[in-house]
């Protein structure tokens, strides 16, 4: 299957089923021997079901919300943050200093190309091996250890561009 091809191209991909998600990092976590605490859990869901990028402070809105004022304080939240992204259960996108659930819950943390359209906020992970690979062996080829990649490419996606001329 092409790159063009695969599910994560699409920019409709997304996590469509929060509690299904977050039966499958359960699953990984058992796998692999981590603990998924309540709070970790709770933060995972609101980032699948939010279906485009989560800010840190709008999670701490929806944590409270469910739970009740004073439930939930920034650092918990923060916490659980760092496990997730640190496991690979989701993204962060450093641009918009946002969250998005990874596709693929059962890998480990990887870098990932986004697409972000800057008029929806929708943002498109790619899974393109090649770009990955190919902008570490370059850095590599400098001399250079990469230790994470963070590739992230704005511009309009197709749907704001066909309401933009009326398509």
Do not use: W
Not at 94 to 118: G, K, M
Not at 119 to 126: F, M, P
Not at 132 to 155: K, N, S, W, Y
């Amino acid at each position: 299957m092409t790159a063009h091809a695969h599910a994560c191209t699409d920019p409709k991909h997304h996590v469509h089923d929060g509690p299904a998600f977050v039966d499958a990092v359960e699953r990984a976590c058992r796998d692999r021997r981590l603990r998924l605490t309540p709070i970790r859990a709770s933060v995972l869901g609101l980032i699948a079901e939010a279906e485009q990028p989560i800010k840190a402070y709008d999670l701490l809105d929806r944590v409270r919300e469910g739970d009740g004022p004073g439930a939930a304080a920034p650092p918990t939240v923060y916490r659980a943050l760092d496990f997730l992204l640190a496991n690979g259960f989701i993204h962060k996108l450093q641009s918009v200093n946002a969250f998005v659930a990874c596709h693929h819950p059962s890998t480990a943390q990887h870098s990932v190309p986004f697409l972000i359209c800057d008029s929806c906020h929708a943002a498109v992970e790619l899974e393109d091996s090649k770009i990955v690979a190919a902008l570490d062996e370059r850095a590599r080829e400098l001399g250079f250890t990469p230790r994470a990649q963070t590739l992230e490419v704005h511009g309009t996606c197709a749907e704001c561009a066909a309401e933009s001329t009326g398509a």
